[in-house]
């Protein structure tokens, strides 16, 4: 059974830093585009970042790009997401996705349905 699982949320004050992890089981992503979402309440699920099996290749959304960072491990079959400079707008719940197909500049990057797998998520809150 495919799980992924993510960690590393938390309360943080503005300006702060957080580091998320998304531990993966069941399946080898290491050939796989790995992405993390996010979710505010009352909001749609929006992309944030995503990388490719490599690491070499990565995209990010405009809020979060130049302050999020995204990463992964393919022997420890983890991604993380590095995030400074944290805003109060950064706070919702954040998902870790895996999507089965190579990475591509494309839309499909940003789009919730070309993903197969995903975590329960993790609360992130920024306090102003």
């Known amino acids: 059974q495919v799980q992924l699982v993510e960690s590393g949320g938390g309360l943080v004050q503005a300006g702060g830093s957080l580091r998320l992890s998304c531990a993966a089981s069941g399946r080898t992503f290491s050939s796989d585009t790995m992405g993390w979402f996010r979710q505010a309440p009352g909001k749609e699920r929006e992309f944030v970042a995503a990388i490719s099996w490599s690491g070499g290749s990565t995209y990010y959304a405009d809020s979060v790009k130049g302050r999020f960072t995204i990463s992964r491990d393919n022997p420890k079959n983890t991604v993380y997401l590095q995030m400074d400079s944290l805003k109060p707008e950064d706070t919702a719940v954040y998902y870790c996705?895996?999507?089965?197909?190579?990475?591509?500049?494309?839309?499909?990057?940003?789009?919730?349905?070309?993903?197969?797998?995903w975590g329960q998520g993790t609360q992130v809150t920024v306090s102003s």
């Open positions: 996705a895996a999507m089965l197909r190579p990475f591509s500049y494309s839309g499909r990057l940003t789009n919730t349905r070309q993903y197969e797998y």
